[in-house]
């Protein structure tokens, strides 16, 4: 099976621009996680979707949202940027079953600057 | 609510020695454990999981940890490091719903040669 993949790798963006960052999952898993990494703040959790609904939501901005597709393909996006924003995001799938580890993408580095 | 803490953030040893990467969580119900590992510029993927049964599970590239209910510990070990081994080794707990984990800071694993 094919892994989790982001794209793209890298952006760069200017502060107050957008940003849409996307996700294909492995096929069949329909839970899509998104988390943010960053050397200061760890690995902290953006929203998880689970059948086109976000199903969990972490403590970050309104500017932070995202979507999911019927074919599970999970969008997130980020408006008016801050240069706070820069940080790797990562992109997670999971099957539905308790305890069914994530697997991860390789991530989109964004810098704001 | 859940947490975790990595009681190291860095973890020098050499290689063929043995290492120790700390974890303890705290969780108001029943939780699953996990460890990945995140070598440079890559996303996480997993090492391995406890979900229920024998205290001691056995993971990819000859890691194991051992769940401590009492001590609400979950340690990771292995009896003989690698150089290849060097990369941040987080621990994570997750809940019913598996996409929103809650990770450690991290561990930085260097090995020596």
């Known amino acids: 099976k094919a892994g989790v993949t982001q794209t793209p790798r890298y952006l760069i963006k200017t502060r107050g621009q957008q940003v849409t960052l996307s996700c294909s999952p492995i096929s069949g898993h329909r839970s899509v996680s998104w988390y943010q990494q960053t050397p200061g703040q760890g690995l902290q959790f953006l929203f998880e979707?689970?059948?086109?609904?976000?199903?969990n939501k972490g403590n970050f901005p309104g500017r932070f949202s995202g979507r999911q597709f019927s074919n599970s393909r999970s969008e997130m996006n980020v408006s008016t940027l801050e240069l706070g924003d820069s940080a790797l995001y990562l992109c997670a799938s999971s099957q539905s079953d308790p305890g069914s580890p994530l697997h991860f993408g390789n991530g989109t580095r964004l810098t704001v600057t | 609510a859940q947490s975790v803490t990595q009681l190291d953030s860095q973890v020098p040893v050499f290689e063929e020695a043995p290492v120790e990467l700390r974890c303890n969580y705290s969780s108001s119900v029943s939780v699953y454990l996990f460890w990945y590992v995140q070598y440079p510029n890559q996303g996480l993927q997993l090492l391995l999981k406890?979900?229920?049964?024998?205290?001691l599970v056995k993971g990819i590239n000859g890691f194991e940890a051992e769940f401590n209910k009492s001590q609400t510990s979950f340690h990771l070990r292995k009896p003989s490091v690698h150089i290849s081994d060097t990369a941040e080794y987080f621990c994570a707990v997750g809940g019913r719903f598996q996409g929103k984990s809650t990770f450690g800071d991290g561990t930085t694993l260097t090995v020596k040669p």
């Open positions: 406890y979900l229920s049964g024998s205290t």
């Open positions: 979707y689970f059948s086109e609904t976000q199903r």
